[in-house]
């Protein structure tokens, strides 16, 4: 049974980069056939694709939020973590990390953490 | 980027009724679309995937159906466990894009 579990601090101050951690049970972070990504929320609208990582540290970032936005993977502990620096209250969201495994020709976010609620305040 | 663009943006209907929900994208992305339901306070769940396939455990009372720009998602018969946002979100080309949902709501 595949689980993500998303942690990290859930009051960050202004300016200062927010640090999220996505660590996955039931499957390999290493494995080819699924890609990883962090999507977010911010209270009461709608979804935004922040990024996405390969088991071979590729990614790709959406280009709003590239300049501040790094997803890395750590394979030993079989987890991605998302960095998003310089932060605001825009920036005040729930973050979910989600698989986006292979599905009939390509890759569909099919798999989603529970979320974790980041308030940027100081 | 590819806007994605839901109509309606909130469906009052009945239980029993079925509802149709459409999503419509600024530019053609084949057949690359997903649509998902979201409770409130939970994760989004994926309903549908490469615009009409049917994910596993999902009821078939949902479907989905359209290629290039235009796409429906359909209930057949509403169930109580229904009422609840839908998104849909092209994975054709980055950045990949979500709709800005349609909330279900019991008339």
């Known amino acids: 049974q595949l689980q993500l579990q998303e942690s990290g601090p859930g009051l960050v101050k202004p300016s200062e980069t927010l640090s999220l951690t996505c660590s996955v049970s039931?499957?390999?972070?290493?494995?080819?056939?699924?890609?990883w990504g962090w999507i977010r929320q911010p209270p009461g609208k709608g979804l935004e694709w922040i990024g996405t990582?390969?088991?071979?540290?590729?990614?790709d970032y959406n280009p709003p939020l590239k300049s501040r936005t790094t997803i890395s993977v750590d394979t030993p502990n079989n987890q991605f973590s998302l960095n998003l620096s310089s932060v605001t209250a825009a920036d005040t969201a729930v973050y979910f990390c989600?698989?986006?495994?292979?599905?009939?020709?390509?890759?569909?976010?099919?798999?989603w953490g529970q979320g974790t609620q980041v308030t940027v305040s100081s | 980027d590819i806007q994605m663009t839901q109509s309606p943006s909130t469906l009052s209907a009945s239980v029993g009724d079925r509802v149709t929900i459409t999503c419509r994208a600024s530019l053609s992305i084949s057949s690359w679309l997903a649509w998902y339901q979201q409770k409130p306070g939970k994760a989004p769940k994926l309903l549908i995937y490469k615009a009409s396939n049917l994910e596993s455990g999902v009821p078939s009372r949902f479907s989905g159906s359209g290629s290039g720009t235009e796409f429906t998602l359909t209930i057949s018969s509403l169930q109580p466990d229904d009422f609840a946002t839908y998104y849909c979100?092209?994975?054709?080309?980055?950045?990949?894009?979500f709709g800005q949902g349609t909330k279900l709501e019991i008339k």
């Open positions: 989600a698989r986006r495994g292979f599905k009939n020709g390509w890759h569909v976010f099919d798999s």
């Open positions: 039931g499957d390999s972070i290493s494995s080819s056939s699924n890609y």
């Open positions: 990582t390969y088991y071979d540290g590729t990614t």
């Open positions: 979100q092209q994975y054709d080309s980055y950045p990949y894009t």
